[in-house]
């Protein structure tokens, strides 16, 4: 049975349609990436996936249940996060919250307390779980409101733009955390995101939604293929250098400062930026480089041209 | 295993109480209404010795008791009336995603343990005017001065609820339900007798404010008009209870349908 069946989904909101003819499956264990621009329609199908709207037409089943008619049932089984909406009580400590969480989940003192020792150690939140809430930095309050969301031990994790202005050291411990609880418990996921290093980095599906509709369902390395998501580094070399063409898997798409600074564009599968940095060594001394992930925006208008 | 709901409350009752000094003067604050309320009973007698057939102990009676009532209910489920206040903050979506059910996880979302203040000195006034009136005590009389004040903090509760549910068609509708709420507030504290015919029978079969404190007095002090009728009170409260389960239900079922 599939985790996530949804056929002909159809939301409006009085005349504006937000999803429009959506269907899809993701069997168990599955890590979906569902991606598209803001406003594409992403929110509105986890709120139909979750028993929190109700579709204009067509069905959407969550571990086979009904959202809206078997919410309660449904609630134990799946965990879910909206980056940008807390649900965790913002005057009382995580501690308090998890404790609550327990007891809403009906699971046992010791099954909370063994619970909340492993997300407490696994996602580092060990020096401010007992700080009220609203006193947490962006990142602290989001890794609490994951450990809040699996808490649990649901099948699937919902995330709805968990890292969204999370700065680089939070959003890597999120990512390295959510693929060991994957590799440990086998949770599925499905990532509403934005951002496509979360894509790339925790899951082996994407699905593109643009308009309400689904656009492209496939793996990375095939979306690559059809519209190139391609990945830029930037280089910044000691001195300048001539350029850097000829590298390969990489096509040179930049040069600034008379040759200091250089951006190569590479599509993901073809190379990686170790075998890039061993080549570009033997021509110039790197100083620091940074990558560019592609635009969601650009994929998503590429996948229209093309 | 520990009850939900009686952690999620003891919760609320800690981060309550966390600052004292600005909860001591709230509950100081939450008196203000008992005076006032009183206050004006005591203007009205000074200038006239009866108020719709009843004297002022009587009278006091009533309000107090209305009084007792509509605090408990404010004290549980006052929180409701900032509905529109949830919604925006997306804790509704939250309690959906938790599997109890939408109500009960509201009611224990608050509790105003600073309006407990107005409980207190309801009671007060409440013996007071009981030792001072000629009640012929009964064990049944006293039942029901425990079955008028427990009935009449539920029908004031069910108000709280039905208004409520309103909210979720108006967007800002906490205006409605205060009026709705201490409308009925401030009719359940006066003898119903004093209001005209219309107000009259609007408050005692519509919103049955008359049966939280005005008719089980008039039976608890035997006066005529009371008798049976003043046994009634639970049974008000049931019915209003029903009306607004009902509304809650087609409020969320709106809410779900239209979403925020």
């Given amino acids: 049975m599939n985790i996530i069946s949804v056929s002909n989904l159809r939301r409006a909101f009085g005349a504006k349609t937000a999803v429009d003819d959506l269907s899809f499956d993701v069997p168990p264990g599955a890590a979906v990436g569902y991606i598209g621009a803001n406003g594409a329609g992403k929110s509105t199908t986890i709120k139909m996936l979750t028993g929190i709207l109700k579709p204009t037409s067509g069905t959407a089943l969550t571990c086979g249940l009904e959202p809206l008619r078997q919410r309660r049932q449904l609630a134990r089984r799946i965990g879910v996060v909206f980056g940008q909406r807390s649900q965790l009580w913002w005057d009382l400590p995580l501690r308090d919250s998890f404790r609550a969480l327990g007891a809403i989940h009906r699971l046992g003192p010791d099954a909370v307390r063994a619970r909340t020792s492993e997300l407490v150690d696994r996602l580092d939140l060990g020096d401010f779980v007992d700080t009220p809430v609203r006193q947490l930095s962006l990142g602290q309050r989001i890794r609490g409101e994951v450990a809040a969301a699996l808490l649990h031990g649901p099948e699937l994790l919902i995330l709805d733009e968990p890292t969204i202005g999370l700065d680089v050291l939070s959003k890597e411990r999120l990512r390295v955390f959510l693929t060991e609880q994957r590799a440990q418990h086998g949770t599925s996921l499905l990532l509403a995101t934005h951002d496509m290093g979360d894509v790339r980095r925790l899951t082996e599906r994407i699905l593109v939604v643009d308009h309400g509709r689904l656009a492209f369902d496939g793996t990375l390395t095939e979306l690559a293929g059809q519209v190139g998501a391609e990945r830029i580094v930037v280089l910044d070399l000691t001195e300048p250098a001539p350029d850097l063409v000829g590298v390969p898997g990489t096509r040179l798409v930049g040069v600034e400062a008379g040759g200091l600074r250089q951006r190569l564009s590479f599509a993901p599968g073809e190379t990686t930026v170790a075998a890039i940095l061993s080549v570009v060594a033997s021509r110039a001394q790197v100083h620091d480089l940074t990558i560019e992930e592609p635009d969601i925006e650009a994929v998503v208008r590429r996948l229209y041209a093309s | ?260």
């Fill in chain 2, 1 to 260: 295993m520990a009850n939900p709901y009686v952690v999620l409350v003891r919760m609320r009752m800690r981060a309550q109480t966390v600052y004292r000094g600005s909860f001591a003067v709230e509950i100081l604050a939450s008196l203000g209404a008992t005076v006032s309320g009183f206050g004006e009973l005591y203007v009205i007698f000074a200038n006239v010795p009866a108020l719709g057939g009843l004297d002022f102990t009587a009278a006091v009676l009533v309000f107090a008791i209305g009084h007792v009532s509509f605090s408990l209910a404010d004290l549980v489920v006052g929180h409701l009336d900032a509905l529109p206040t949830y919604l925006r903050a997306g804790t509704l979506d939250a309690f959906l995603l938790r599997p109890l059910p939408v109500l009960a996880q509201l009611i224990t979302a608050d509790i105003s343990l600073r309006r407990f203040g107005r409980t207190v000195a309801g009671t007060a006034i409440a013996v007071t005017a009981l030792a001072s009136s000629d009640v012929d005590w009964t064990p049944a009389k006293g039942a029901l001065l425990a079955v008028t004040v427990c009935s009449g903090a539920a029908l004031f509760a069910a108000f709280f609820v039905g208004a409520a549910a309103v909210q979720f068609w108006l967007v800002e509708g906490t205006e409605f339900t205060a009026s709705f709420v201490y409308g009925g507030n401030y009719a359940a504290q006066f003898p119903a007798s004093v209001f005209a015919t219309p107000v009259r029978v609007l408050f005692t079969f519509v919103v049955p404010a008359a049966f939280v404190a005005y008719l089980p007095v008039l039976t608890l002090l035997d006066l005529p008009g009371g008798g049976a009728l003043g046994w009634c009170s639970p049974v008000a409260a049931a019915a209003v209870w029903i009306v607004a389960l009902l509304g809650w239900r087609a409020g969320l079922r709106h809410y779900t349908g239209a979403g925020s």
